[in-house]
């Protein structure tokens, strides 16, 4: 792949851009190498390319975070028919950065992707089903469209079918089918998907009680942020040194396998892991605007 990127091939610069972002195929991460060959694909007018580009600026990773940048390679990209494209499209306007919040307009580029078979657009198309956004509120449709993304193996989409099942939504309640989709989520280093599962393994819902995975879990998402992650290990009585916070989830998209929490109840559990130390400044504001900006 790297001689056909370096030939100029632009579906193979977008290819090897994306190993770099993961660390995949025995290269260490590297957002900037990821950028230069996004941009190479992208100037070639690649719609791969433009596609990640775009989302490198929409996210922030390597470079400062540009919605109207980001706004334009992604329409570039969608405009072309491609499948992530038009479902990165459609979370801009879903989600109203760098453009006024259009549910109407993000459910069609969500459509278009999932009329694709594409997993990103389902699963963005399920979360608009689950909280009635832009159409009524229908849980069986939402969990028939994780379930598409989820057996194409999307851990977003595993971890809030996952939750469906925990909390009966849309299907009947199974808790043992809920904690092997957590599972699946959380071996993808999917934060929600470790919590969920974490908190499964420590309750015994739907699997055998563990105690000491389940702390691992925990673990694992509270190094990504994961606000009631923190918060059940403090009340385990995990030293908050342990607990490390230095990555942060990019979007909260769907309540705990419990009681559904309102945008309200969000913030107050964030504002306690502030008040308590647990995460700095700049995470509390950035998970701040993350539930302010889903609108849950």
Known sequence: MRAAAEA????????????????????????????????????????HGQSNLGVMYMEGLGLEKDYA????????????????????????????????????????????????????????????YLNGFGVNKDYIEAARLFRLSADRGLASAQNNLGSMYMNGLGVKKDLVEAARLFQLAAEQDNPQGQANYGLALLNGAGIRRNKEEAINWLLKASAQGHPQAITTLKKLGIPP????????????????P????????????????????????QIYLEKQREVLDTGN
Not at 241 to 247: D, F, G, L, S
């Open 8 to 47: 100029g091939n632009s579906l193979a610069q977008s290819g090897l851009g994306f190993a770099y972002i993961y660390g995949k195929g025995g290269l260490q991460k590297d957002l900037n190498e990821a950028l230069r060959l996004f941009r190479l694909s992208a100037e070639q007018g690649d719609a």
């Open 69 to 128: 940048e980001a706004l334009r390679l992604l329409r570039l990209s969608a405009e072309q028919g491609y499948g992530f494209g038009q479902a990165n499209l459609g979370s801009l306007y879903a989600r109203g950065f760098g453009v006024s919040k259009d549910y109407d307009e993000a459910i069609k580029w969500f459509r278009l992707s999932t009329d694709q078979g594409n997993s990103a657009g389902q699963y963005s198309l399920g979360v608009m």
């Open 241 to 256: 040194a342990e607990v490390q916070t230095a990555k942060v989830n990019a979007v909260i998209d769907l309540p705990q």
């Open 258 to 281: 419990s009681k559904p929490s309102t945008k309200e109840e969000k913030l107050e559990d964030i504002k306690k892991l502030f008040d308590d130390g647990l995460i700095s400044e």
